[in-house]
């Protein structure tokens, strides 16, 4: 298939960008890796007039940690490149052990952080990712920028609270303290497809081993990702075992109900919610201090 005809311009600056989208007065798309949109125009479901190609901007791009220990990803960052970087590995290890699950080594090399928030499928890891880390999305138009809590970006399924004049300019995780600890789950039909469900996690365990605070981000299961507030409920304050990452396992599955569709039932789901949050705690725990476990 190919493409309804279309404009194409490839601004240098987020300025020229931002005029052409918000006062071109046509229907217009901004570029990112073209991983998913040009997928979709092939195919007719996207029939955008005006294609802003943001690959050039190069402004948008790369990697930066803050004084106060933010990290700030540029939206044409791309999931190789965070995949790959020394800083992220350091600082953000969970989006270093789950940039191997989004698609293949070239989707990788091409897709970017903005584009896949932007396009949010419910499926996808990045959204999942920044749910767990409490992440900010930074939007521009003409008119300023404003931040947007990761958790309030995705409204539905390929559905955000960008505004038809914004685009991503970066995304800001939070400082994450010494110590605190990581899961990431999922389960796919193949290596490289699309997550049936997938679970990302942080935890905070004191010296005693007892569960201080958590964060689980679930996807793959509704329109957007959750968190499981049941999962957090079940661990706070108690020590961590393998009993109590298969309550909270438990807990998670009991509190949602997942979507059926082509690609798995319902009560897999439910299964998988299950069996994922209690993989991803028991690996963000470390086996040594699972203590009851033979
Ligand atoms: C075979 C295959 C398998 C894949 N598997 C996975 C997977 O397992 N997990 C996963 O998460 N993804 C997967 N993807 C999608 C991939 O990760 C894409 O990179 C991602 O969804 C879109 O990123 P992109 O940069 O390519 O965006 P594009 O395709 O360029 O754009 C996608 C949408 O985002 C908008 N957009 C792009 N950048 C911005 C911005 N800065 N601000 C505002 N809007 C913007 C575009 O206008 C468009 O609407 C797969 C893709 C393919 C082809």
Redesign the pocket.
Known sequence: MKPAAFEYIAPVTVEEALEALGGSGKDA???????????MMNFRLAQPELLID?NRISELAGIAIREDGVVRIG??TR?RTVELSPEIRECLPLLHEAMP???HVQ?RN???I???L??A?PA???PALCFALDATIVARSSSGSREIPATEFPLGILTTA?EPDE??AEVLFPHQPAGRRYGFQEISRRR???ALTGVACTLDLNADGVVDASRIAIFGVDDIPLLSAEAVDALTGNTMTDVLAREAGRAAAAAINPRSDLHASSEYRTQLIETLVYRALKQAAGADLLKDVA
Request: avoid cysteine.
């Open positions: 798309r901004v570029l990112g890796g073209g991983q998913s949109l040009v997928p943001l939206a044409m999931h699950y989004i698609a989707i091409r897709g970017t903005g584009g896949s932007a396009h499928d996808a890891e990045w960008l685009i991503i490289g497809d699309f």
